[in-house]
C-alpha cells in the first residue's frame, strides 16, 4: 500500500471515538497517533494546517512522498463527511 491514513487523537475525545468507529465500518484501515504521546508530529500537523482539532488525518502518500492533512473545520464539519474525503484520497 502506497497510502497511509493516520489518524490524529486526544485521550478521552469523544468524536475520536466516534471516528474510530466509522473507520472500522467503512473498512478503512489507519494507524492511531495519539497528540500528546506524538507531540512532535502533531505540532507539525498544527502547524502546516493552523488547526489543533481533533480527530486530524494525515495522508501520507509513500510513493510520492508527499503529505494530506485533512482537519476539522477547514476541511470538513461532520464525521461522515471526513469518511467522504478520506476514501477520496485513498
Same mark, same amino acid.
Given at each position: 500500500?502506497?497510502? #497511509? ?19 472500522? +465500518?467503512?473498512?478503512? +484501515? /489507519? ?9 512532535? +508530529? ?20 509513500? #510513493? ?24 477520496? /484520497?485513498?
Amino acid at each position: 500500500m502506497s497510502k #497511509e491514513l493516520i489518524l490524529y487523537t486526544m485521550y478521552g475525545c469523544p468524536h475520536c471515538t466516534d471516528m474510530k468507529e466509522l473507520l472500522v +465500518q467503512e473498512g478503512i +484501515q /489507519y494507524t492511531e497517533r495519539d497528540c500528546d504521546e506524538y507531540e512532535m +508530529q502533531y505540532n507539525i500537523l498544527v502547524d502546516k494546517t493552523k488547526n489543533e482539532f481533533v480527530p486530524a488525518f494525515e495522508i501520507k502518500d509513500n #510513493e510520492n512522498y508527499t503529505k494530506r492533512f485533512i482537519v476539522p473545520d477547514r476541511d470538513f464539519e461532520e464525521l461522515t463527511e471526513a469518511v467522504e474525503k478520506i476514501k477520496k /484520497y485513498l
